[in-house]
């Protein structure tokens, strides 16, 4: 029989996990951008705005038919 504790613990449990995939995840991504970048942050992050721009005036474009 499962108790309200015991889904408690279960979930509480699952969501450490899923805490720690997403931890591994953003070290292996900062390690990577920052081989890609040479360390540089300041370029990263300039990489990363321009990106988004471009990305926002895709999408503001109107759709032709």
Do not use: W, Y
Request: proline share 2%.
């Amino acid at each position: 029989m499962i108790t309200e504790f015991v889904a408690q613990v279960d979930i509480q449990q699952h969501e450490a996990e899923l805490v720690e995939k997403l931890e591994r995840r953003r070290a292996v991504a900062e390690r990577v951008a920052a081989r890609r970048f040479n360390g540089d942050r300041l370029a990263m992050i300039a990489h990363l705005a321009r990106q988004a721009r471009a990305t926002r005036a895709v999408a503001a474009r109107p759709v032709s038919c």
